[in-house]
């Protein structure tokens, strides 16, 4: 993306993907719990927040194919890339494990987008803010969930003490990637467009910390983190996600449904 | 989605061994008989009360099981509307389970209990979820068939005598309706689709009618409680009867989107203003009933499967909120 700084457009495109893909991956993750939850009021929660996701994802993928200028809508965008074109962090593809790791990943996500949300508000490009002012209070409200599990379990059983350890331990490696900035970010940040999310690892540190802190957990020890997903380098778990997500369209490309 | 009393065949019918006081009985009857509605602290006759358990956890077990049908499309939905709208419905399905155990547990029999009795095998739940979903199409149709069905039986339902049973039943019509239309909205996509969306269509209303129309339980020459319940206002309307109701409906809504109901017998009977039907293979409802649906051990692997490896939540959400409350009465 260096290449096309001063493409405004383009940069939009690549960073409405990145908000939209974010939301996108993670709402297909939560829909696999539907049916599936540890209990009924579980269930309904979780698909409460994979509601909101798609929701999100819905108009910021509007938004990239808008962008784009090619005539790819939201649906062209979920349903017809491959791997190396999505631009989610790998936090959210990550599996859904048990409930524990669910719930570890769903906090470092939520928490973190709550913030960015909150920045995004403001942004110089209306319809990002029209989107992300509606979206934080659904955020602010997936962060208390997963925030309020992390207690519960943390706090709850030797059992679940461990397999909350464990499912922190697993995604605790995707967390930096969340406060990446790079060139193609960079000149967003500078018209206002984007926020500089680097500036907002304090104040997430710090929510993180206290989180932990009444869940009796260690915070994990720093470790070389683990990146790729915003240049489309992602886990293996993204392609059976897709292979699973975009069956329907790409077994029936001439179909509409 | 959707009830009615499933038994089977050899099951006794309803013990009269509590002999209940004839002045209560006889007071009772009369409000029932006056369409007033029965609270949870109001006296009732054991049998009533037991009927009322079995039916309202049936349904309720339906809803959750239910739920695994259509959640096995969600992650496969063809696009981002389409998958938002069934995520948002098999929800809807789980918030209905919510709401009638909770209806149930007004009679006295904890959620944990009716759980265990569905994973036991002794709770029955509507024979149409041991059927498997193949393709897309068999969303368009549950919803469309299956949810149709359902509202034919709960819309009576919504002026039931159980007052807890009554008010559940007209938040889940609402969205039943909903569904319903969600499902015919598929249909009718695919079947003004490609070849493909079509033959998955036809196919799809050629495996789910004649379950959808035995969703509606036994004619009513075998239905040994329909009387006691009507009298009672648990039912209003006889399975026959709203079978019937059911056929009348679907049937031009199927010719109206160009699918062909499979049935060679149908014909229109001018005379009593209502469509002839062939004869329904009741032998395939009462196999079902018995748990010998195509998927039925699948259903139940999955409903215990998710119980079980979700007891450490449930036991760690216990033992946080007892330390927290032994924490407040500390301080």
Redesign the interface.
């Known amino acids: 993306m260096t290449k096309l700084v001063g493409v405004k457009e383009n940069l939009l495109f690549d960073y409405a993907c990145r908000l939209g893909d974010d939301s996108?991956i993670l709402g297909?993750r939560l829909?696999?719990w539907?049916?599936?939850?540890?209990?009924?009021?579980?269930?309904?929660s979780l698909?409460?927040v994979?509601?909101d996701l798609?929701?999100q994802?819905?108009h910021f993928?509007a938004l990239a194919g808008e962008a784009e200028g090619k005539g790819r809508d939201?649906?062209a965008l979920?349903?017809r890339r491959d791997v190396l074109d999505f631009r989610n962090c790998l936090l959210v593809e990550q599996p859904n494990g048990?409930?524990a790791q669910t719930i570890a990943r769903q906090f470092l996500f939520s928490n973190w987008q709550e913030l960015l949300f909150r920045e995004l508000g403001t942004s110089t490009n209306l319809a990002i803010a029209a989107i992300a002012q509606k979206a934080v209070k659904e955020v602010a409200y997936h962060a208390r969930l997963a925030n309020e599990w992390m207690?519960?379990?943390g706090?709850?059983?030797a059992?679940?003490h461990a397999?909350l350890a464990s499912g922190l331990d697993w995604m605790w490696r995707f967390s930096d990637e969340l406060f990446e900035v790079d060139a193609a970010i960079e000149p967003l940040i500078a018209s206002g467009v984007a926020c500089d999310i680097r500036k907002l690892r304090p104040e997430w540190d710090g929510i993180v910390a206290r989180v932990l802190r009444d869940a009796t957990l260690d915070l994990p020890k720093p470790r070389r983190a683990t990146v790729g997903g915003r240049s489309g380098h992602h886990s293996e778990h993204l392609g059976h996600l897709l292979t699973?997500?975009q069956?329907?369209?790409r077994a029936?490309p001439?179909?509409?449904? | 989605m959707y009830t009615t009393e499933l038994k089977d065949k050899n099951q006794a019918p309803q013990s009269a061994a509590v002999v209940e006081d004839p002045a209560r009985l006889e007071a009772f009857e009369a409000r029932v008989a006056a369409d007033d509605f029965i609270e949870p602290k109001d006296w009732m006759p054991e049998a009533y009360r037991k009927t009322l358990v079995r039916q309202i956890s049936q349904h309720a077990h339906s809803e959750i099981v239910g739920m695994l049908p259509e959640g096995n499309w969600i992650t496969r939905a063809p696009n981002l509307r389409r998958k938002a709208i069934l995520l948002a419905k098999v929800q809807d399905e789980g918030g209905h389970g919510l709401y009638l155990y909770a209806a149930a547990e007004t009679l006295g029999t904890s959620r944990e209990e009716m759980i265990d009795a569905l994973h036991s095998g002794r709770a029955k739940y509507s024979t149409i979820f041991n059927y498997p979903t193949l393709t897309w199409a068999d969303i368009g149709a549950i919803g469309w068939l299956v949810d149709g069905a359902a509202i034919m039986n709960q819309v009576p339902l919504q002026r039931t005598s159980y007052g807890p049973y009554a008010r559940a039943m007209v938040r889940i019509c609402k969205e039943e309706s909903f569904h319903q239309r969600q499902g015919y909205e598929i249909m009718t996509a695919l079947a003004a689709g490609t070849d493909a969306q079509k033959r998955m269509a036809q196919d799809a209303l050629n495996r789910w009618w004649w379950p959808s129309i035995m969703m509606f339980g036994p004619p009513d020459e075998n239905s040994p409680n329909t009387a006691q319940s009507i009298r009672w206002r648990i039912k209003r309307e006889t399975n026959d009867e709203l079978r019937q109701k059911f056929i009348d409906v679907t049937v031009p809504q199927a010719e109206a989107i160009g699918l062909t109901v499979p049935d060679p017998d149908l014909t229109w009977n001018e005379a009593r203003g209502s469509y002839d039907y062939g004869a329904i293979d009741w032998d395939e409802f009462y196999a079902v009933v018995r748990g010998e649906g195509p998927v039925a051990k699948e259903r139940m692997q999955a409903r215990v499967k998710a119980w079980e490896e979700g007891a450490w939540v449930r036991e760690a959400a216990a033992a946080h909120a007892a330390k927290h409350q032994a924490r407040e009465a500390a301080e």
């Open positions: 996108l297909q829909s696999e539907c049916g599936h939850a540890p209990m009924l009021e579980v269930d309904l698909a409460n994979g509601l798609i929701g994802a819905t993928l939201a649906d979920a349903f048990d409930f207690v519960r379990l706090d709850g059983t059992e679940s397999r699973e997500m069956f329907l369209q029936y001439d179909a509409k449904w």
